[in-house]
């Protein structure tokens, strides 16, 4: 019934902190539309951002800076994102470990946002 995920709402302190720490640290486009919510696209997939106190309806009922916990699949070696979060002075929290995800193992490492979400990024096994 389901083939992915389109899209998922990040509820954030500052809009412009958040995007311009994934535009810096993960390379993401970040577009602002009249209206709708700003979003960060990478792939073809996208995170709309909600400032706390400024959210678009419908939304989560309790939308909570800091309450995220999501995993991202590198589209770069893994390698090269630990180089691009030491470069932004990121702290690793976990990894490169090894994890399962949905299409198998992979390695990963772990670390936290501006609002501290806790962002996983992970390399399938090629």
């Known amino acids: 019934m389901i083939a992915g995920i389109d899209h998922f709402v990040l509820t954030v302190r500052s809009?412009?902190?958040t995007c311009a720490f994934y535009q810096r640290v993960l390379g993401f486009k970040r577009v602002d539309t009249p209206n709708l919510p700003t979003a960060l696209l990478f792939g073809t997939q996208k995170i709309n951002v909600h400032e706390a106190g400024h959210t678009f309806e419908p939304k989560?009922?309790?939308?909570?800076?800091?309450?995220a916990d999501f995993c991202l699949v590198a589209a770069r070696p893994l390698g090269e994102i630990c180089a691009s979060l030491e470069a932004?002075?990121?702290?690793?929290?976990?990894?490169?470990?090894?994890?399962?995800?949905?299409?198998?193992?992979?390695m990963s490492v772990y670390f936290r946002d501006p609002d501290d979400n806790l962002v996983e990024v992970s390399e399938y096994s090629r």
Do not use: C, L, Q
């Open 15 to 17: 809009v412009d902190d």
């Open 60 to 67: 989560a009922k309790t939308p909570t800076p800091g309450s």
């Open 88 to 106: 932004n002075g990121v702290a690793v929290e976990v990894g490169p470990v090894e994890r399962i995800g949905a299409r198998g193992p992979m």
